[in-house]
């Protein structure tokens, strides 16, 4: 990993509110990184990050298999990207706190030459991740804005892994539902996904109440961190994928894209899950 390049480059935030712009670790700001990362049963996170990961799960019951689903299905993606699809290199935006099974760890014992840059703006996920990227050859963690697809792909030290004129398998993994419809999603990821070429993959799951007419609510009573979550629809996620080949199964509910043989707490119940889920090619 190359964090001396990574340093060159301005610090930007990941999740901004209009009413919390600074760029430091605020410990007393519910971070989504470090909620998520206390639902999944982790250890790196304050008192005011399980505040709101206590109340979201007792808001809605499924929160802590519905998140373990969603990293089941990263894992089983990134499985088919490295052994069936043939990607060697990975750009994960939002990837949040480490935990069992990271991308780099999944693809590089698939294929060890494998490249896999990370990126985030929480300040514990970034030091969190450079230490567990110490050493490990073919992997970088950044810190960048996902509403500045432009800086992100110019960055010197993702360049120097990520050949751009080569297929790029770009996740999005329970990301997007922290972009509010003004800030134009989709815009972002298609100003992300143009300039990848032919072969590139799109990987995205998405919150949702489709499932659930309680989610939404929810999210707005008791996810309150320096990001708002926001729910879309079957067809609203779906839309995400414009212009790309969506591979089978299609977006689906996290448990039921491409299940395997482990156990998966929600495979009776998908719909539990609060996420569609879908990987597409670009053509």
Known sequence: MEESAASDI????????????????????????RVYNYIL???DHYPADRVVAENTMAALPSARDAALENRGFLRRAARHLAAEAGVRQFLDIGTGLP?????HEI??????????VYVDNDPVVLAHGRDMLHGVDGT??????????EGILADPALRRLLDLDRPVALLLVAVLHFIADDEDPYDLVRRLIKPLPAGSHLVI????????D????????????????????HAQVEAFFADLELIEPGVV?????????ASSPLRDTPGRSVCWAGVARKP
């Not at 935990?99 to 991308?103: A, D, L, T």
């Not at 799951?205 to 659930?212: E, K, L, M, R």
């Open 107 to 116: 693809v590089q014992e698939i294929a060890p030459e494998s490249r896999i």
């Open 140 to 149: 970088a963690i950044l810190r960048h804005d996902l509403r500045d697809p």
């Open 41 to 43: 049963g982790g250890k």
């Open 10 to 33: 301005p610090a930007m935030r990941l999740f901004v509110t209009d009413d919390d712009r600074q760029d430091e670790f605020r410990p007393d700001i519910p971070s989504p990184a």
């Open 205 to 212: 799951s998405h919150a949702t109440d489709d499932g659930d």
């Open 214 to 233: 309680e989610v939404e609510t929810a999210l707005k009573d008791n996810y309150k961190t320096s990001s708002s979550a926001h729910v879309r629809t």
């Open 253 to 261: 509910w996290t448990p039921l894209w491409r299940p395997d043989e």
């Open 99 to 103: 935990s069992y099974g990271q991308v």
